[in-house]
């Protein structure tokens, strides 16, 4: 026990003088790193804000029951106990055509010509609230009400945030695909500055071979150089992000006012940093791992 | 102990280093391999370290059959010899301190542990007030010392040394054999590889001769 832990000491100092010998190589491969993860970890961090900000605004998706012109107060009443009746139907207000008229009159300013209007051009309206908010549902519910004779048209209000849904999904897919391409540049990264690190200390790891080294005790320093390396590009996205964010935030607040709305952009939860942060470390040790495995075997004692 | 029997090196291109070497080399006994330059004294030494493997025949370490042991044991091999090399191998962008480190890092002491031994180590050899210096530093005599620190600051059971005096002069080429002699008085079983038989016409060690890969004497 005592063993290892000195072995994993020793590899872990000696990873860390690798990097701090020479700053500037390790900072630009620690900058590159950071870049290439920031852009999928911020467009993430972008669709996450964007979903919240869409539940936001749509709150509990409504349906919307548009009646016939010529529709009698009967089929009102009938469409009323039929709603009551409905399972699916969590609650319900009615609006009929006058009352619609007079919030019209007064939401739009333009009274004057509504009032120039012969009839009145609103039809008598229902507004439900379904009990069971899932897309499907919601469609099964409209297409239902809308077969009822006396209603004209049936609207799910919730419709934009559906399509913001599945643009959202995309957006997952594509983030996905960009974190893998970039994963491989981090690969590719740690892959390159070991196999430098290897060539510079070819005398090095001759000698140790020679006098009794095994391979994971040559191989182990590389390892955590490359997943300390991962580790500080992670972190160092993660920083790029948060500026990011504090700096849109900051415009965004002007703008949300302006809407009436209270919205703050968020960060990366703690899981998701820690998740960011592990993950360039796991690449940043797969290619370091990649790279040793492949390199060390050429230098044999001569 | 070091037992060689029947063995051959052959090496891909045709060239036969060693042909039917047989000799044993008892716990505790001192032993000098001579011959002219190109007689196969450094195959025979790299077949005893596993940094070669013989063609033929089976060589024995330490009751280990080293002709077929596996790669993965070959570290713990090395690590109860003690190498001196022809080339010396010294690690130039170290101190001699860590130079001497080295071997007992690898087999996982602490620094603290570790630390006394090295000392220890370079005392023996008269470096104890060099142990911040760099090996570049050093003199030609001083950097075999540094070698030969290295090698014992294990403990090994076995040290094995390649040409440790060429490009020595007398007087310092005399004291590393004494080196030798003490550390054979204290139990260390020595194998040394030397072209250079006039110097050591004072010492009464037990002596092979290779000529051509053959064992003459």
Known sequence: MSVWFSHHLHAFVLAFKRLAITPLGSLLSIAVIGIAFSLPAGIYVLLENLQSLSGQFSGEPELSLFLKLDARESAVAEIESHLEQHPHVAAFRFISRDSALEQFKEGSGLADVIDGLEGNPLPDAFVITASDVSPETLEALRAELGELPPVEHAQLDSAWAKRLDSFLRLGRLAVLML??????????????????QILTMRDEIEVAKLIGATKGFIRRPFLYFGAMQGMVGGAAAWLIISLGIHLTDEQLRGLMALYDANFRLYHLSLEDSLTLLLFSAWLGWAGAW????????????? | MISFSQV???????????????????????ALINGHSGAGKTTLLRLIAAIERPTAGSIIVNGQNVSTLKDGAIPFLRRNLGLVFQDQKILFDRTVFQNVLLPLQISGFSSRAAAGRVRAALDKVGLLDRESARPITLSGGEQQRLCIARAIVNRPSILIADEP???????????????????????????????DVELLGGMHQRMFTLSHGELIA
């Open chain 2, 165 to 195: 005096t060429s490009n020595l002069d007398a007087d310092y080429a005399r004291d590393i054999m004494d080196m030798f002699k003490s550390f054979n008085q204290v139990g260390v079983t020595v194998l040394i590889a030397t072209h």
């Open chain 1, 179 to 196: 974190g893998g391409l970039l994963s491989f540049s981090l690969v590719a990264v740690a892959f390159n500055t070991i196999r430098l």
């Open chain 1, 290 to 302: 990649l790279s040793v495995t492949n390199h060390l075997w050429r230098i044999e004692p001569r």
């Open chain 2, 8 to 30: 051959y090196k052959r090496y891909p291109n045709g060239y036969e280093a060693l042909k039917n070497v047989s000799f044993t080399l008892e716990a505790g006994e001192m």
